[in-house]
């Protein structure tokens, strides 16, 4: 198997985001596509070791925020490079809330989620869910995860030493 094969199928960027208890928390992800038009239902992947996909199995539900070209780096970074179990990824990052869920304001789209089935790998949960409801944000055409590995990463990998810096002096 060549796996350089698998970064041919592309998808957008999304911020996730879920509830813990009424705690908004949320992780980056790509693995996400449309699986079927009616009803309206998605497919969403993530990482058994994720604390946002523990979270959703809890509450059987979750948010998207489709993130635009024109999205600010942080953004990928901030959800993508720390986990919600020690993080509080939402409190630098202008959002609202809807029904316990997260939601960016700059984003290009936003969906809300409700939980059908859940298929578990050794590395990864495929949940797939009812889209219950959506709406366009802003106009803009959509980062795909092959603009991010193309270019837009070496933006994101700027925010890193903020990031890691914000854990240590949590830690110390
Ligand atoms: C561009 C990008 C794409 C990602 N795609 C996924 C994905 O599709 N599924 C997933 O579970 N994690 C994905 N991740 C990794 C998670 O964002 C990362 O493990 C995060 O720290 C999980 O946080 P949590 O523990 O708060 O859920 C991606 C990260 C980046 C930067």
Redesign the pocket.
Known sequence: MDIDALYKLTHG?YVLGASDNGRP???????VMQAANKPVVIAL???N?????SCIEKSGRFSLSVLGQNVDPFI?AD???????TAD?WKDVPHFIENSLPYLKNCIAVMSCRVIDRQVFES?TLFTAEVTDCRAMADGEPLT?SD?RASFKNE?LKFLPTILNKKENKNG
Do not use: P
């Not at 070791?49 to 996909?53: E, H, L, Q």
């Not at 959800?79 to 179990?85: A, D, H, K």
């Open positions: 960027v928390v949320g992780s980056t992800v790509d693995a992947s993530c990482h070791g994720s604390y946002t996909k990928v959800f993508g490079f720390q986990t919600s179990r990824k990864n995860y991010y994101v």
